[in-house]
């Protein structure tokens, strides 16, 4: 079974505080089970996430964020809050860029990758233009309009001249499975199979 935690003990047990926990969940860095109508956090899964997600390029933040962590729980806990100083404040304000460089980051070569894929699956046929297939399938529509308007034509004096309600029937649905076929072997070819 996953270790399950709340945020706020996630937060806790690594020496965090409560926001930058949330920020870790609204930038998708957390792992999260749902369990009734609570989520909590995996904490190995959300660690190795964290640690993957993590800019490599910046180990002052990472060895910070170490010794934060190594420092006794009970210490931080049990402390009386200490004047925030102008080097906290940089702090703080240094490790939310970072997480905003890390997430743009992350979000940019996501969309990279998404946008190679979309060009190879071009490339080998397995995407088309939605446009092209919009346009296509208009026309076709269009066909089958005018060809539904021709079949008045087409077969009013073959029914005029029939009394047997059966042979009327048959005589419909030979000309209506023409249309069909028609249809679906213009749209197999537009599709790049054979009908």
């Known amino acids: 079974m996953a270790n399950l935690v709340s ?8 020496g965090w505080s409560r926001s930058y926990v949330t920020e870790l969940k609204h930038n998708d860095r957390l ?13 190995d899964a959300s660690l190795d996430l964290i640690a993957a997600t993590a800019d490599q ?8 964020w170490k010794q934060s962590r190594q420092s ?26 970072v997480m905003s460089y890390q997430v743009a980051r992350a979000l940019k070569e996501s969309y990279a990758a998404r946008q190679a894929k979309m060009q190879y699956e071009k490339e080998i046929g397995k995407l088309v233009d939605e446009a092209d297939v919009r346009r296509a399938f208009a026309a076709q529509w269009n066909q089958l309009r005018i060809s539904m308007d021709h079949l008045r034509d087409q077969i009013a004096a073959e029914l005029a001249g029939e009394d047997d309600v059966d042979a009327i029937h048959a005589l419909l649905g030979e000309h209506f499975e023409n249309l069909q076929s028609e249809l679906c072997r213009k749209l197999g ?3 790049g199979k054979e009908a």
């Open 31 to 43: 792992v999260m089970e749902k369990r009734g109508r609570k989520s909590f956090v995996v904490v």
């Open 72 to 97: 006794p729980e009970k210490e931080t806990a049990t402390a009386p809050p200490e004047k925030e100083t102008d080097a906290a404040r940089d702090e703080v304000k240094e490790d939310k860029a």
């Open 7 to 14: 945020q706020a003990e996630f937060a806790r047990n690594n």
């Open 189 to 191: 070819a537009l599709a």
């Open 57 to 64: 390029n910046r180990d002052d933040v990472k060895k910070r």
